[in-house]
T-cell receptor
Framework: EAGVVQSPRYKIIEKKQPVAFWCNPI?????LYWYRQNLGQGPELLIRYENEEAVDDSQLPKDRFSAERLKGVDSTLKIQPAELGDSAVYLC?????????????FGPGTRLLVL | AQSVTQLGSHVSVSEGALVLLRCNYS??????LFWYVQYPNQGLQLLLK??????LVKGINGFEAEFKKSETSFHLTKPSAHMSDAAEYFCAVKNQAGTALIFGKGTTLSVSS
């Protein structure tokens, strides 16, 4: 069974430029998460989707970040414009359902460096 | 509110020695607890999880963890370290709604020969 797929794996951009990350969850997983992992820290949730609906985006900086999950499968996370502080690893995860017992499966992440 | 504290940002052991990574949690509801491992430039891989039932949980690669409610702890252990265990380890608790993971800051495990 294929795992969570993310691309690109690495991205280097100048500040104020836009950037987008793509995620393909495990087949059949209804719930998709985007986390941000700063250097030396654990991941922190940015947004959670159930099917195509963003049900928790309270931690997403909406002035510059946006996300979509068309047709309830693939998802794209965008930053426009990027700032130096956005340098981090962006992790996508998926689970069959949302719930306490559910395991979240993580992709390899996109490592973003903003210069 | 839920939170996780991992004691020790860096643990070093010799190959064959006991591995002990400490995790304490705070939770206003019965906790669901997880340990993930992250190898360099890779995503997080689930080692084990506790939801309900038996408090001693066995995971992959010979790791296990014991849920101790009285101590609000969920420490990760492995009897004999292997060089391939060198990685970063994250303890996590589900948030109150059970919809997101709240991670500790991680512990880097180094294994020397």
């Amino acid at each position: 069974e294929a795992g969570v797929v993310q691309s690109p794996r690495y991205k280097i951009i100048e500040k104020k430029q836009p950037v987008a990350f793509w995620c393909n969850p495990i087949s059949g997983h209804n719930t998709l998460y985007w986390y941000r992992q700063n250097l030396g820290q654990g991941p922190e949730l940015l947004i959670r989707y159930e099917n195509e609906e963003a049900v928790d985006d309270s931690q997403l900086p909406k002035d510059r970040f946006s996300a979509e999950r068309l047709k309830g499968v693939d998802s794209t996370l965008k930053i426009q414009p990027a700032e130096l502080g956005d340098s981090a690893v962006y992790l996508c995860a998926s689970s069959l359902l949302a719930g306490g017992r559910e395991t979240q499966y993580f992709g390899p992440g996109t490592r973003l460096l903003v210069l | 509110a839920q939170s996780v504290t991992q004691l020790g940002s860096h643990v070093s052991v010799s190959e064959g020695a006991l591995v002990l990574l400490r995790c304490n949690y705070s939770s206003s509801v019965p906790p669901y607890l997880f340990w993930y491992v992250q190898y360099p430039n890779q995503g997080l891989q689930l080692l084990l999880k506790y939801t309900t039932g038996a408090t001693l949980v066995k995971g992959i690669n010979g790791f296990e963890a014991e849920f101790k409610k009285s101590e609000t702890s969920f420490h990760l252990t492995k009897p004999s370290a292997h060089m391939s265990d060198a990685a970063e380890y994250f303890c996590a608790v589900k948030n109150q709604a059970g919809t997101a993971l709240i991670f500790g800051k991680g512990t880097t495990l180094s294994v020397s020969s």
